[in-house]
């Protein structure tokens, strides 16, 4: 059972997007998430199991465990375990794949000598050194590529455009303090409507749309993301992976298949 294992770190957008679809492909999945994830699009990440104990992403059930063995149960059972922990789990057998998933732009504790398969998701991996294989991130012509030998493209710093909206639609603390929010994921705002507050400061609504995301209420820095705004006002995107997870969950799962080939 356990030679078809990938071990994910990241429950995030981008994780979750690969965690399912591997998952759909066949092969067991394990998360690793931090104790307080600061995930954006909570509908649909597996980090959300970490406070909620469960959540289901598009018909696969991602599962919260306190133990490497309880995670065995879980996806022996046809679901996506998570567990907490900032490094790798000692499990029964090894992971043969571990993607990197977290997104942190720069190099963390990611070595090739971890499994048999290292993936890194987005900038600060180089392909041949760090890791086997990076995919892509940046939206255009390369998103979901897989890169065998080199690093990814330089994280530009400017969300994707959406309905027309790029760096506009992204909701950031105005403060430290603690986020508290009137508004819910789905939810259909006009432009300057108000979100929540952190500490005494309201947070508004930089443009009319729906609510795609919120992050969960706790303590935030200044200039976090916190939020985004969908302009396209549909709610059902808020509870389906987003195209570019869709497309970069693709390209692990070709490097995956690759690799096995």
């Given amino acids: 059972m356990l030679d078809e294992l990938v071990v994910v770190r990241g429950g995030g957008d981008l994780g979750t997007g690969t965690a399912w679809r591997l998952h759909r492909a066949g092969f067991h999945v394990i998360v690793l998430e931090i104790q307080r994830p600061l995930t954006v699009r909570r509908t649909v990440a597996f980090s959300t199991a970490v406070t909620e104990g469960s959540i289901s992403v598009e018909d696969v059930d991602g599962v919260l465990v306190e133990s490497e063995a309880a995670a065995e149960d879980v996806i ?3 679901s996506v ?7 790798l789990p000692a499990l029964t057998e090894p992971a043969q794949v571990i993607v990197d998933a977290r997104l942190a732009k720069e190099p963390l504790d990611t070595s090739r000598d971890q499994a048999p398969l290292v993936i890194g998701l987005g900038a600060g991996f180089t392909a041949g050194d760090d890791v086997d294989a990076v995919i892509e991130t940046n939206r255009g012509p390369r998103l979901g590529r897989v890169i065998w030998e080199g690093a990814a493209e330089a994280d530009t710093g400017v969300p994707g455009t959406v309905g027309g909206e790029s760096a506009r639609r992204v909701v950031r603390a105005n403060t430290d303090g603690t986020v508290q929010w009137d508004a ?5 705002v006009a432009e300057g409507d108000a979100l929540g507050i952190v500490a005494d400061h309201t947070i508004t609504a930089p443009v009319g749309g729906v609510v795609r995301g919120l992050i969960a209420e706790g303590p935030v820095k200044i200039g976090l993301k916190v939020g985004d705004i969908d ?5 059902s995107v808020c509870f389906e992976i987003s195209d570019k997870s869709r497309s970069v969950a693709g390209g692990v799962l070709e490097a995956v298949m690759t690799w096995l080939k």
């Fill in 231 to 235: 302009p396209r006002g549909d709610p």
């Fill in 76 to 78: 022996a059972a046809d």
């Fill in 81 to 87: 375990a998570i567990l907490v922990s900032e490094t």
């Fill in 184 to 188: 819910e994921i789905g939810d259909l």
